[in-house]
């Protein structure tokens, strides 16, 4: 066993020298490039497994862990670096007397550097593996070392990114085989991180498992995607991280073109995209400052986009566009005839992504799927001293559970119509109030404090469209209203008769829910409960 006869304590050094390594990582990547450097400089390595065997296939000479521990790997590998050899060669303080006569007592020898990446359990979840792969990929030794050498930064070096791999070089390069303890503080930094995310990654798989969504202590961990340029404001900081999930959307987009996606691109794209997923039929989604301005479905996109549009045809300028389907040349073609920020689609076809290339800072994201609505997922908002944490709103209102409490029933026609204004009313800011005829939304008003002065502004937008669009009268008349709460009163329901609305579908559940029946009736307008309101803060 390679060991000094006796180890003499040494001050803390800025500086500490790589003498002895180990090495044991799942991903491969640059394991080969670092191997030979550190062979080169006349580091040993120490090593097992897999990251043992491509080094030895590269030419580069290994001890094998269990010939440096004089102990066998057990437990088919599950206990092989769970030594005093190993982890007593980490955690020496190298400036401590005891510590230094333990390590000559024991015959330990130092350890400089850990190169340590875990099992890849995030992808293995991900991956949909049954519950015992998944345990089986759960690493016990890596975070030991990780968490061992990230403590004694003092004296090692700790890596768990290939990443990192080039600063190491570049500072032993340029110290004589030595690190900075500025850098082994960044590098040990990275590491607890990288154990707290993975922990957390665990916990929150046992915790699905056990069908327990709220635990006693949550554990949230995620990647750097990238460092924002700021927040919702220049002067506010902002970074994307992502948490590891694959459902479709930002987070999984492929970014095709385009300029760097802002704060507020990333929290308006996410919003547009879970919009279109609703539907069934192609559909687009028009959004600014994380509320729909125009949603229609149709034969195609490009129909739905036309229909979307007229809705409100001054606020898509500098918007976000969704759609369901792949974007086709003939969408391109109308997408690319104004000022938009950021496209997100499935997928697209050569022709259309040739078509949008024309317009180079124009962002066009590919996701690779749709999100399925139904499925649910948390959300997070911070307030000051802690995290509200929630599942998503997936609440869906089928034909069947609808509630006639009018004299008049609605129409079959209307029923569709009121069954997409309440799916595009889920995702409005609260007080929310949608408009809609023949698939298309015609007039919304969100984020009011009072429920009457969205359904105003509703109708005021449907007759400046109409205005727009050239007609003689507003895009309201002979249209459905979709309210996600109740009416507290009868003038928020009075407002959509007068902007010429023939039937409601509202959550209910006010004390004067007989009060806007009544209005309704008196008005001819069919009315339909829900039982289920869409707040959206």
Request: include cysteine.
């Amino acid at each position: 066993m390679p060991a000094p006869a006796q180890y003499v304590p040494s001050p803390t050094p800025d500086r500490a020298k790589i003498g002895r390594a180990l090495i044991s990582v799942s991903d491969k990547a640059g394991l080969v490039e670092l191997g030979r450097f550190l062979a080169d400089r006349g580091v040993e390595i120490l090593s097992t497994g897999g990251s043992a065997k491509a080094l030895r296939d590269a030419g580069i000479r290994v001890v094998e862990v269990s010939d440096h521990t004089g102990f066998p790997e057990i437990m088919d590998g599950r206990v092989k670096t769970l030594q005093p050899a190993i982890h007593g060669g980490i955690l020496a303080r190298r400036t401590d007397k005891t510590h230094a006569a333990a390590m000559t007592a024991h015959k330990i020898a130092p350890i400089d550097l850990v190169v340590v990446n875990l099992y890849p359990f995030e992808a293995t979840v991900a991956r949909g593996a049954d519950v015992a792969t998944c345990v089986e990929n759960i690493d016990i030794g890596g975070p030991a070392l990780i968490r061992a050498a990230a403590k004694n930064h003092d004296f090692v070096t700790v890596v768990v990114d290939p990443a990192d791999y080039a600063a190491v070089r570049q500072e032993m390069e340029a110290n004589d085989g030595a690190t900075t303890l500025a850098l082994r503080r960044k590098l040990a930094a990275s590491a607890f991180a990288r154990t707290g995310s993975y922990d957390a990654a665990i916990a929150q798989w046992f915790g699905k498992q056990l069908g327990t969504p709220f635990p006693a202590r949550l554990a949230i961990g995620g990647s750097l995607v990238q460092t924002l340029r700021y927040g919702e404001n220049p002067h506010q900081q902002a970074a994307f991280y992502s948490d590891g999930s694959q459902r479709p959307g930002v987070a999984t987009a492929k970014v095709v073109q385009g300029k760097e996606l802002s704060y507020n691109n990333l929290a308006d794209t996410e919003a547009a995209y879970e919009a279109v997923a609703e539907f069934d039929q192609p559909a687009v989604v028009i959004v600014k400052h994380a509320n729909p301005c125009g949603v229609a479905i149709g034969p195609d996109l490009k129909t739905a986009w036309l229909r979307a549009f007229a809705c409100d045809p001054v606020s898509p300028f500098g918007g976000i566009v969704a759609m369901n389907r792949p974007l086709d040349a003939p969408l391109a073609e109308e997408l690319a005839k104004i000022f938009l920020e950021v496209i997100i689609a499935p997928e697209a076809t050569a022709e259309a992504q040739a078509i949008i290339g024309r317009k180079k800072n124009l962002r066009l994201l590919l996701a690779g799927g749709m999100p399925d609505p139904a499925q649910p997922r948390m959300t997070f908002k911070s307030i000051a001293g802690g995290i509200l944490l929630q599942t998503s709103d997936n609440g869906h209102v089928s034909r069947e559970a609808l509630k006639v409490v009018t004299k008049r029933a609605p129409t079959a026609k209307e029923l569709d119509d009121l069954l997409f204004a309440f799916r595009v009313c889920k995702h409005v800011k609260s007080n929310a109030i949608v408009y809609a005829k023949d698939g298309a939304t015609v007039g919304i008003g969100a984020g009011q404090m009072s429920r009457v002065d969205s359904s105003r502004i509703a109708a005021w937008k449907a007759e400046e469209a109409a205005k727009a669009a050239g007609l003689p009268e507003s895009l309201a008349k002979g249209s459905v209203v979709a309210s996600d709460a109740f009416f507290p009163f009868a003038d928020g329901l009075l407002a959509a008769a007068a902007a010429g609305a023939t039937a409601v579908i509202q959550p209910g559940g006010s004390m004067r829910d007989a009060e806007v029946i009544a209005a309704a009736d008196e008005k001819g307008l069919a009315m339909v409960l829900t039982g289920m309101r869409h707040f959206r803060h």
